[in-house]
């Protein structure tokens, strides 16, 4: 089936530095979503990429989707403390795009030391 | 936040026990999913519906089974449970079937099965 790779696992960052999260797939997306879960919380969409080589920003974030899409990034630029959790990427579904099927990347772990 | 509530948050129970935990969504969506949680393998869907009474599975719905009588409620149940099942459930709807829709997600129930 449909496999959305993620990386890397785990980022520790000291609390100003940037990071970035990397999503590859092996097949072509119709789209990708992202999604932050807080400690403890549930998963929240932040946004979709649709276009090839779309780039969108919120604030610090700025995601990127690949010419080809196969591959999505979400890049961070000075983390504060509030940007701590696990950032999931999310591509279609396997066995079709019907029912609106997700498949999660594994997600990336960030915490962020003041 | 989507009107999404899961019941029980915690539950522990043991081995070879049945186990039924309840999505319940205010905001009459057609589409619902439930997934579960483990570190190291984000967000896998366990079973999906697209409708009262149409239900399918997913990616890991070995030992588990649904059930979706009314459009506000998506039982999930574990027949049997194993340690294995030891996971964070989340519940999701979705306003429509295709990819590009978003899903919201509940607050989770932490399952424990000693």
């Known amino acids: 089936g449909q496999q959305v790779m993620q990386i890397p696992q785990y980022q520790h960052v000291q609390e100003g530095e940037d990071f970035t999260t990397y999503c590859n797939s092996s097949?072509?997306?119709?789209?990708i979503q992202w999604y932050k879960q807080r400690p403890g919380g549930h998963p929240v969409f932040l946004i979709q990429?649709?276009?090839?080589?779309e780039v969108k920003k919120q604030k610090r974030l700025t995601f990127q989707f690949g010419e080809a899409k196969k591959n999505s990034s979400l890049h961070i630029t000075a983390t504060q403390t509030t940007d701590v959790g696990t950032y999931f990427c999310?591509?279609?579904?396997?066995?079709?795009?019907?029912?609106?099927?997700?498949?999660f990347g594994q997600g990336t772990i960030l915490t962020v030391h003041p | 936040d989507a009107g999404i509530t899961q019941s029980p948050r915690h539950k522990v129970t043991e081995t070879g026990t049945p186990v039924t935990l309840r999505c319940h969504q205010t905001?009459?969506?057609?589409?619902m999913y439930w997934y579960r949680q483990d570190p190291g393998h984000g967000l896998r869907l366990i079973h999906y519906?697209?409708?009262?009474?149409?239900?399918d599975k997913g990616e890991v719905s070995d030992g588990y089974s649904v059930s979706r009588s009314k459009t506000e409620d998506f039982l999930l149940t574990l027949e049997s449970a194993t340690s294995s099942q030891t996971s964070v459930y989340f519940c999701?709807?979705?306003?429509?079937?295709?990819?590009?829709?978003?899903?919201?997600f509940g607050p989770g129930t932490r399952l424990t099965v000693t």
């Open positions: 999701a709807i979705s306003e429509g079937g295709g990819p590009h829709y978003e899903q919201y």
């Open positions: 097949t072509t997306l119709s789209n």
């Open positions: 990429l649709v276009k090839s080589g």
């Open positions: 999310a591509g279609p579904g396997a066995g079709g795009t019907s029912y609106g099927k997700l498949t």
């Open positions: 905001e009459n969506h057609r589409y």
């Open positions: 519906s697209y409708g009262v009474k149409d239900t």
